[in-house]
């Protein structure tokens, strides 16, 4: 008469679901374009400037990798998506 007694069950939404909502969010937009940038720039200017005269720096690395920066930001990204969505 009534119907069947039944307990109206949640809806769960997916991991992948979660995951992909944490890329709306502007902050982590901003990021991915500015390690994008980086990025560029680190493979476009990746020979170091020499000084004009001074051959004593000439093909030499100073020791610094702007490419880590470039893959910090993005590990900073991709964790902070991973833990957001879990």
Partial sequence: M???NKIALPSITSFMDLFY???EDPNIQKLIVAGTIY???CLW???SPTVEGDDSKAGKDDGRS???EALTIFTGVALSTLICAW
Wanted: hydrophobic share 25%; no cysteine; charged share 20%.
């Fill in 2 to 4: 009534f119907g069947k």
């Fill in 39 to 41: 990025t560029i720039f």
């Fill in 21 to 23: 909502r944490q890329f």
């Fill in 45 to 47: 200017g990746s020979t």
């Fill in 66 to 68: 702007p490419e880590y």
